[in-house]
């Protein structure tokens, strides 16, 4: 069993088809009649735009318009003038077209690979695409034609450019394995445009499968089983019968509002720990980021990233989102999140010590360059700070002074940010949820992390198999706080939204719509499935489901209740 990145969902069993690099070898040869060899070499891009126009017109009907985009794009690129007046001035100096052009290709390549932004990399993979198609075009090698691959076949190659996967026939492919390619890859976008799973980042995917042998490809979590046993087949075949049962009907999901039986809208947004997250998050037809956790961007790195290098990621992150909601949450570190680049001190009790807000009250330096580096991002989008772990009154003003002294700071030095940027905190500690009125008066939303709540109410650790029973969200301690918390948010008028892992607990849905709640916040595969239950519950259906449930005394008892009526 293989693993790789999980790019586009769904179970695929077919037979492996190699596409392999052709070797585009030329002699560099010297030329005399430049002029001959400028007109041979404008002819093949000439070719190569009409072939192009063809496959954008192909992609228009099997992916969409989004993707035929990317090769649109590879026109624009490769008439770029200058370009075409490089490869002239290298042609007119003796070099023979094939030599001029892929120097000028590969000197582009490195540009592009230089950037600092992630985004701005993945589009070298294009100009490695059109310099392969020229080059084939200049060579006279003939394409790969992925078109004619019979039914059932799964792709493995080594990347898989737009203009290869251009003339694909979806009712034949059954999968894609490739060695490179992110989840913002055009192989993944692909993927995921023409619902093909598919799993990326397969390291030497194409000397590891044999051309012709079986294989299953598990989109969903990066599977990927090489020559697979007739149980397996069996096994896999039963999952993609019930994912695309699942899957047909939570697409009459997709592209609608978040709206309940009865009309009422709610925001449905997703949890991401990193900018590229927001491509599975939009997949997944998220409304928005209800909670961004930073830690992530300070984890698996040897350094403390600084204010550039976080200002960036925000910046990335509010401009994908085009102008969709983003709540930043500052640092939350400590208890179970190691991050070895920050040297955290040993403690006693981390849970209990220095972590999340109270880390960065005490380290103003790195709390600055966040948030410095997140007001600085709001003048690109629809950004809001959150607060974790808040306990007290406080905690929270401290925390709005630091936004506020920044504010006047980029202010004086004349740089944009957004001046009703909205703070808000989560509601994770017993403490805040107590106090919720109170702290409902300090700021502008709450969001309330049922993960931290229900393991601080309940006073255990669910990684600890010995008191895990005691952590459930059903506790009726747990649900009171969550209950009190959205009642003292609506009586001050403000937005109170839920992003703990119960966010998603089609359980806990007509619990949290009776109490009020307005928005969700969940792990972007549940955004669809979320949707659909939300849209099965009145507001009246659920408030007779929550006044039993709030009348019942145990844990048990209600989960009980609570499987009896749930049909979602
Ligand atoms: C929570 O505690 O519910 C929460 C969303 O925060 P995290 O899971 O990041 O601690
Ligand atoms: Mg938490």
């Given at each position: 069993m293989l693993k790789g990145l999980a790019a586009s969902e769904g179970i695929g069993i077919g037979t492996v088809m190699i596409i392999e690099d052709r070797i585009l070898d030329y002699t560099p040869k010297t030329v005399t009649d430049t002029k001959a060899e400028i007109k041979r070499f404008n002819d093949t891009v000439d070719t190569f735009c009409e072939i192009a126009e063809k496959k954008v017109e192909a992609l228009k009907i099997t992916a969409g318009k989004k993707e035929a985009d990317i090769i649109k794009g590879h026109i624009v690129m490769i008439r770029d003038p200058y370009l075409i007046s490089e490869t002239e001035k290298h042609i007119s100096n003796g070099e023979c077209a094939e030599e001029a052009f892929a120097n000028i290709c590969d000197m582009f390549e490195s540009i592009i690979l230089s950037s600092k932004d992630e985004l701005t990399r993945l589009r070298a993979a294009d100009i490695r695409d059109i310099k392969f198609r020229i080059m084939s075009l200049l060579l006279g090698v003939k394409e790969i034609r992925i078109s004619e691959a019979p039914k059932g076949t799964v792709l493995v190659a080594k990347e898989l450019t737009p203009s290869m996967t251009a003339g694909i026939v979806k009712e034949n492919i059954e999968g894609i394995i490739t060695e490179t390619g992110g989840l913002a890859s055009h192989s993944a976008i692909l993927a995921r445009a023409l619902e093909i799973p598919a799993v990326l980042n397969v390291p030497n995917a194409v000397g590891t499968f044999k051309h012709g042998s079986p294989v299953i490809v598990?989109?969903?979590?990066?599977t990927i089983i090489n020559c697979p046993d007739n149980k397996q087949i069996e096994r896999y075949t039963k999952k993609k019968i019930d994912f695309l049962k699942v899957h047909k009907e939570l697409e009459k999901f997709r592209g609608k509002r978040t709206v309940s039986a009865d009309g009422k809208n709610f925001d449905l947004f997703c949890n991401i720990g990193k900018p590229d997250d927001i491509f599975r998050a939009l997949y997944y037809d998220g409304e928005g980021i209800g909670l961004f956790r930073t830690e992530y961007l300070f984890m698996d790195v040897d350094s403390v990233p600084n204010e550039e290098e976080q200002f960036e990621a925000y910046k990335q992150a509010a401009v994908m989102l085009n102008g969709k909601p983003l709540t930043i949450r500052t640092l939350d570190i400590g208890g179970d999140k190691e991050v070895p680049c920050l040297k955290l001190k040993k403690e006693i009790n981390p849970f209990m010590g220095l972590r999340a807000i109270r880390h960065s009250l005490k380290n103003r330096e790195l709390f600055k360059s966040q948030l410095r580096a997140i007001l600085r991002a709001s003048a690109f989008g629809n950004i809001k700070i959150m607060f974790p772990l808040i306990t007290c009154t406080e905690e929270i003003e401290e925390g709005k002074a630091v936004v506020e002294e920044l504010k006047a700071e980029l202010r004086d030095r004349k740089i944009d940010f957004d001046e009703d940027i909205k703070i808000g905190i989560m509601i994770e500690t017993p403490s805040a949820a107590v106090a919720a009125d109170i702290l409902a008066k300090k700021v502008d939303f709450f969001s309330i992390g049922t993960n931290d709540l229900t393991g601080y109410t309940m006073c255990c650790d669910r990684e600890n198999s010995d008191v895990s029973y005691l952590y459930s969200v059903f506790q009726p301690s747990v649900l009171r706080l969550i209950e009190r918390t959205i009642r003292y948010a609506k009586d001050n008028n403000i937005p109170v939204g839920i992003c703990g892992e119960a966010a998603a607990d089609p359980m806990m849905i007509p619990l949290l719509i009776s109490f009020g709640i307005t928005e969700f916040s969940v792990s972007a595969p549940f955004v669809l499935k979320a949707r659909r239950c939300i849209s099965t519950w009145t507001k009246k259906k659920a408030d007779a489901v929550a006044k039993q449930v709030m009348q019942l005394s145990t844990e048990s008892e209600i989960r009980e209740y609570l499987s009896s009526v749930i049909s979602c």
């Open positions: 598990d989109g969903k979590d990066g």
